[in-house]
C-alpha cells in the first residue's frame, strides 16, 4: 500500500517562510511527478507546483518567485519552500504522486491527507 505523508504545515506571519515535506512509502516500481496542490475554503483544488523525476518544474503563476519545488530521488521525497508568504496562500496543501506500482504498470496517482498552512498576522 501505497502513502504519502506531509509535514511542515503551520501557522505564518506575511512575508515569512514555511518549508513542506512529503514522503512516500509503501510498495511500487518508480515515481514519475510529484507535487503540490492546495485547496483554500470554498475555492477549487489548484496546482502550485509539480517535478518530474528528472528533475524539471512547473509552478502556478501566483507562486512564481516565491516558492521552490525539489525531490529527493533516493528517499522519494518532495519538498516545497515557501517564502515571501500571504494571506492568500492559506489553504490545506498536498502532496501528490504520479507512480507505477509495479515494471510496466500504468501510471497511478496518490495523493497525502494534508497540511494546514495558515498565513496570518
Known amino acids: 500500500q501505497v502513502q504519502l505523508v506531509e509535514s511542515g504545515g503551520g501557522l505564518v506571519q506575511p512575508g515569512g517562510s514555511l518549508r513542506l515535506s512529503c514522503a512516500a512509502s509503501?510498495?511500487?516500481?518508480?515515481?514519475?511527478?510529484m507535487g503540490w496542490y492546495r485547496q483554500a475554503p470554498g475555492k477549487a483544488r489548484e496546482l502550485v507546483a509539480v517535478?518530474?523525476?528528472?528533475?524539471?518544474?512547473n509552478y502556478a503563476d501566483s507562486v512564481k518567485g516565491r516558492f521552490t519545488i525539489s525531490r529527493d530521488n533516493a528517499k522519494n521525497m518532495v519538498y516545497l519552500q515557501m517564502n515571501s508568504l500571504k494571506p492568500e496562500d492559506t489553504a490545506v496543501y498536498c502532496c501528490n504522486a504520479e507512480l507505477r506500482l509495479h515494471l510496466g504498470a500504468r501510471l497511478s496517482r496518490y495523493w497525502g491527507q494534508g497540511t494546514q498552512v495558515t498565513v496570518s498576522s
Open positions: 509503501g510498495s511500487f516500481f518508480s515515481i514519475n511527478t
Open positions: 517535478v518530474t523525476s528528472g528533475g524539471s518544474t
